[in-house]
């Protein structure tokens, strides 16, 4: 896999999501235009923050209701910012992209025939590298957040990027189609993970989710099992998720002080 190569960075307007600030970004990487988010509370100073990377799912964007769910629990109190892109045919990606079931579809069609997992992992890869000049982010701290869609492309990214502290992965199976790539990837994860799997999950196997895990090199990792379907989200996942990486990367450290 050859390295990120970051041309340009365009920022665009800051805008309001509730007590959320979010601020587009657009980088060029190796001839592609990754379009991404950069999240941060509404109130938070310029102290330098850890920073959380989150991966939406297959059918979603970055910032759909989901990713606004996590964003809200991780950069609530100040104490973090958060970064998400678009996955490889989603959102600002295309110029008529789907929801729903039918983007999950349109995605996981994809997956089968070509999965462009070299190409995601150079796309979030080029945007650290650029969020890392800032000075608001801790490049000591990173973090990543990703399950399902996030764990096919999270898993190998965080095998190539010893920058990740703590992550989050899970909901996803080594034996589904073209997956081979993340169970040769997942020795080479060696920082502390969560690895979330929901039992009657209707895509992906028992047996083949737990294999990927099983092969994930890291000494710190945590298997959470959760009754219910692939689809289901947040509750108790999604709070056991924000207190992984809370617990990894200190975020109590950073939230902005108590008046």
């Known amino acids: 896999m050859s390295a990120a190569s970051v041309d340009l960075c365009v920022w665009g307007e800051e805008r309001a999501f509730g007590e959320l600030r979010a601020r587009g970004l657009r980088v060029q990487a190796n001839g592609r235009t990754v379009p991404a988010m950069l999240w941060r509370a509404a109130d938070a100073d310029d102290r330098a923050r850890p920073l959380v990377l989150v991966q939406h799912g297959g059918s979603g964007h970055k910032a759909d209701d989901a990713v606004l769910q996590q964003v809200q629990l991780l950069v609530g109190d100040g104490s973090c910012l958060v970064a998400t892109i678009d996955g490889p045919i989603h959102g600002d990606r295309v110029a008529s992209p789907a929801a729903g079931e039918q983007m999950r579809n349109r ?17 979030w890869q080029a945007v ?23 764990t096919a492309y999270g898993l190998p990214f965080v095998a190539a990027c010893p920058q990740v502290k703590a992550a989050v992965l899970g ?30 999950d209707e895509l992906f196997s028992r047996d083949g989710t737990l294999a990927l895990f099983d092969r994930i090199g ?8 959760f009754t219910g379907s692939h689809f289901q989200r947040g509750g108790e996942p999604l709070i056991d998720a924000v207190a992984h990486l809370h617990r990894y990367l200190d975020l109590e450290a950073t939230a902005r002080p108590t008046r």
């Open 107 to 123: 995605f996981l069609d994809q997956w089968r025939t070509d999965p462009m997992i070299d190409s995601m992992v150079q796309d």
């Open 128 to 150: 650290l590298n650029k969020l890392c000049e800032l000075p608001q982010v801790d490049a000591q701290r990173i973090g990543w957040m990703g399950t399902s869609m996030g």
């Open 171 to 200: 909901k996803w199976s080594g034996d589904y189609a073209n997956s081979e790539r993340l169970m040769r990837d997942a020795p080479a994860v060696l920082c502390p993970v969560l690895f979330i799997q929901h039992w009657h």
């Open 218 to 225: 890291s000494s710190d990792k945590r298997l959470h099992l």
